[in-house]
């Protein structure tokens, strides 16, 4: 079992900056990748941004240039750096851990408010 937490959301307005975190616990080591999703009102849940142990990440169009996904391995925690957001960046972003036998594990999203 691996059990995550996001943190970091909130409201800011168009051009600024957050960070969001997502720690993990439990069984870490059997983490493969992690994940961040995002899904706003009315859409499907997409993937942002991506990051296999100690590789190379992965970003949407839409966030990439924008978007840097980095983890701590120290602290069990992966981040993402969101610059120059917009209006359309709003949505609960959801932080997903990768494990062997084509299991996945979630947290509890947090919720970004980009403002105009």
């Known amino acids: 079992q691996v059990q995550l937490a996001e943190s970091g959301g909130g409201l800011v307005q168009a051009g600024g900056s957050l960070r969001l975190s997502c720690a993990a616990s439990?069984?870490?080591?059997?983490?493969?990748?992690v994940g961040w999703y995002r899904q706003a009102p009315g859409k499907q849940r997409e993937l942002v941004a991506s990051i296999i142990r100690s590789g190379t990440p992965t970003y949407s169009d839409s966030v990439k240039g924008r978007f840097t996904i980095s983890e701590d391995a120290a602290k069990n925690t992966v981040y993402l750096q969101m610059n120059t957001l917009k209006p359309e960046d709003t949505a609960v972003y959801y932080c997903?851990?990768?494990?062997?036998?084509?299991?996945?594990?979630w947290g509890q999203g947090t919720q970004v408010t980009v403002s105009s």
């Open positions: 997903n851990a990768v494990v062997p036998y084509q299991t996945s594990y």
């Open positions: 439990g069984n870490i080591f059997g983490i493969r990748s």
